[in-house]
Every structure is written in structure tokens, then in C-alpha cells.
């Protein structure tokens, strides 16, 4: 049964908050063993995963990480499987009657995997808890984001809202490197072991990192951002 409302995972209150977008990037080989490869049913995808979940009506999928009350931003079933979809047109040999070869285009179907992934955007809401004088973090939504082969142009396909997400998450185990027992998803995200970089922090102008910083200069905003989250508490404990 679909809920009628999301409440979204905030700060408690009196809490001081940051919200930050993270990329677990397919390109570094670490996050492509976690969370892109599966081994029949003992290690499963997350991106396997997730299409279990909208599809199925476990979890909502949305065109967006704002998650409201009404669910107006929510995708039906049929846009997620059309949205899944992946068309392509190949050329194909085949031969006459007398035998001589040619050529022909087919167009070809294929639901999307795990390789026509770049990676995951994860939302994250960081705080200071002032009543337990505490730095914690809350994970709010993964969107699996695609990249287009011709265009190389990287767009979320849809967010779900990990509160929601939780009893699907824990019914799969998750590569969990170091672990000393078996963990679930559920488990590997609550402790956030997942190797990711900065992309956005919460600003006026709902900027992306890579809008104003390039290279070099973008990998040290991300250092930035996290020796800014980590001194909230010795700043707060300073003064």
C-alpha cells in the first residue's frame, strides 16, 4: 500500500543543518563493485534493486528529491517502465537467397542495467544536534543517474526517498568491504560507507559544484565542504 504522506528525514529540533548532493561515480572501481554487480541471488545490484521496488509499488518514484505531502511529484508505473526502456538502432548482416551478404538496420530494445549507469546521486542532510551536542547525518534520497552514450550527458532517471525505502533495502545483502558479519543495504548506508564525492551544497542560486568550480579547483570545494561540515561541532564547542 502506498503511503499518503511523506514526512522527509530532518534535523531535530534545534538543530543546525546542511544539506549537501553526493555522486557514488561509476568511474572510480570501487563504487562499481559495491553497487553495480550482481552474483545471482547472494549479491544484487542496487540499481536491480531499486527497479524491483518502484516497479513492484514497494517504494514511490519521483521527479524530484523536494518529497511533499501529495505525492504530486510522483511517477506512475508505465513512465518508469517506458523511462527504462533503452532504443537503439544497429546495423545487422544478413543474406539473400543466393547467399550474398548485406546489411540492414534493426532496432533494438533492452530495459536499462547497471552499465548504462554513471552512478548514484545521494542527498544527505548533515547536522549539529545541540542538545546532544552531536554531528550526525541523515540520508534523504539515491537517484540512480543515467549517461547517454551519443551525448555523454549525465540526468538523474527518478528519486526515492530512502525513509521508504528502508524494508526493501534490508531484504538485500549488500559488498560490504571490512564488514565482519554479512550487512544488508539498509545497514550499509545508515553507516555511510559509500565512496562518493561533493557535487552540490544548499545555496541561494541551486548551484552544482561543477556550475563554478572546474577540475582541480571543483575536487577542492568537495575537501572544502566536508573540513566546513566536520568544524561545525569544534566551532560551536569554541565558542
Known amino acids: 500500500k502506498k503511503p499518503e504522506r ?3 528525514l530532518s534535523a531535530p529540533k534545534g538543530a543546525v543543518s546542511y544539506r549537501i548532493w553526493r555522486i557514488i561515480d561509476f568511474k572510480d572501481p570501487a563504487a562499481k563493485t559495491l553497487f553495480a554487480r550482481s552474483k545471482g541471488c547472494e549479491n544484487v545490484a542496487l540499481f536491480d534493486i531499486l527497479k524491483f521496488g518502484v516497479l513492484s509499488g514497494m517504494v514511490n518514484a519521483f521527479d524530484t528529491d523536494v518529497f511533499d505531502s501529495n505525492l504530486k511529484h510522483r511517477i506512475g508505473t508505465q513512465k518508469i517502465k517506458n523511462m527504462l ?4 538502432t544497429v546495423d545487422e548482416k544478413v ?3 543466393e547467399g550474398n551478404e548485406t546489411s540492414q538496420q534493426v532496432i533494438r530494445q533492452k530495459e536499462m542495467g547497471s552499465e548504462d549507469l554513471a552512478g548514484f546521486l545521494i542527498c544527505e542532510d548533515w547536522y549539529f544536534d545541540t542538545h546532544w551536542s552531536k554531528l550526525d547525518k541523515r540520508l534523504i534520497s539515491i537517484s540512480p543517474v543515467a549517461k547517454d552514450q551519443k551525448t555523454l550527458k549525465e540526468t538523474p532517471l527518478f528519486y ?3 525513509n521508504e525505502c528502508r524494508e526493501l533495502f534490508g531484504s538485500f545483502r549488500a559488498v560490504s568491504p571490512g564488514a565482519l558479519e554479512p550487512e544488508s543495504y539498509d545497514e550499509f548506508f ?3 560507507k559509500y565512496p562518493s564525492f561533493v557535487v552540490k551544497k544548499n545555496n541561494i542560486f541551486n548551484r ?5 568550480k572546474k577540475g582541480k579547483d571543483a575536487e577542492m570545494e568537495h575537501d572544502e565542504t566536508l573540513k566546513k561540515l566536520h568544524g561545525t561541532e569544534s566551532d560551536l564547542f569554541d565558542h
Do not use: C, G
Request: proline share 5%; charged share 25%.
Open 190 to 192: 545508515l553507516k555511510h
Open 6 to 8: 511523506l514526512d522527509p
Open 208 to 212: 552544482s559544484i561543477n556550475e563554478y
Open 85 to 88: 526502456m533503452l532504443t537503439d
Open 95 to 97: 543474406f539473400d537467397a
Open 160 to 162: 526515492v526517498y530512502f
